[in-house]
């Protein structure tokens, strides 16, 4: 003999089951291959060669002293230290670190930005940093810190703006590129380091990336959904050259006053 538990109710409606759940979307993030990116490190790699070439052949870094942040140089006219000091390096461990920083960094920033877009933070964080050093500090500075810092304020600034798209890992990564800001720049304050350069490609970055970054957008219909970037590229060229026109225009400023 069997009996049913709990008893059936022959005057009880029979339950419907519950509704399917949704299935699953995963939506397409921007690909391609960051050739942007893999220019910096190939352009900034044989500067440095020509830097060693020159020490080898004449015993003086003359790539350097031509392009090397020099207060007393860019008083005299020579400008173009605004940005060549970010394609040079003083030292194989200098450009190792810098080249690793950007090779982490800079595929994903280049894929959500685009190419151009991705090229002129690179170049407006690295002359903000320049114009930092040149106004608070006094003395000689190269290398490409400064536009490292500006794409480590623009990956910040990204996670930030898109913090209810990504959800909790947003949050995770933004807590990390903070604690990663704070103890490069902690490590800043040791002899020998530009930490004002630093600090100026951080703000340059962080500009940029706030009123010219990528604002992204769910696009298309399930199960086909994609990452689109609304923002035009127009603005990201007109923030660019606000950007470079207001720290230049301050370098001037402050050149001319001294």
Do not use: C
């Amino acid at each position: 003999m069997s009996f049913q538990y709990p008893p059936k109710d022959p005057d009880a409606s029979p339950v419907s089951p519950p509704p399917p759940r949704p299935a699953p979307y995963s939506v397409r993030f921007p690909q391609g291959t960051p050739y942007v990116t893999y220019a910096l490190l190939a352009v900034t790699v044989v500067v440095y060669l020509l830097q060693m070439a020159s020490k080898q052949l004449s015993g003086i870094d003359l790539v350097a002293m031509w392009g090397m942040k020099s207060n007393v140089a860019i008083e005299s006219g020579q400008w173009w230290r605004l940005v060549t000091p970010m394609f040079l390096h003083g030292g194989i461990f200098h450009i190792g670190f810098n080249m690793y920083a950007l090779y982490v960094l800079g595929p994903g920033l280049e894929r959500f930005y685009g190419k151009w877009s991705y090229l002129l933070l690179y170049l407006v964080a690295g002359v903000a940093g320049n114009v930092f050093s040149f106004i608070f500090s006094t003395y000689n500075s190269l290398g490409a810190s400064t536009a490292i810092f500006g794409l480590l304020a623009a990956q910040g600034v990204f996670l930030y703006q898109h913090r209810d798209m990504f959800g909790k890992s947003a949050q995770r990564s933004l807590l990390n590129v903070i604690f990663i800001a704070v103890i490069n720049f902690v490590i800043g304050l040791s002899p020998g380091i530009d930490n004002w350069g630093h600090l100026g490609g951080f703000v340059g970055g962080a500009l940029y990336a706030w009123f010219a970054g990528p604002k992204l957008e769910i696009s298309g219909r399930p199960p086909d959904l994609w990452l689109r970037n609304v923002r035009s590229q127009w603005m990201s060229l007109l923030v660019a050259l606000f950007d470079l026109l207001l720290f230049v225009g301050l370098a001037m400023v402050i050149g001319g006053a001294r």
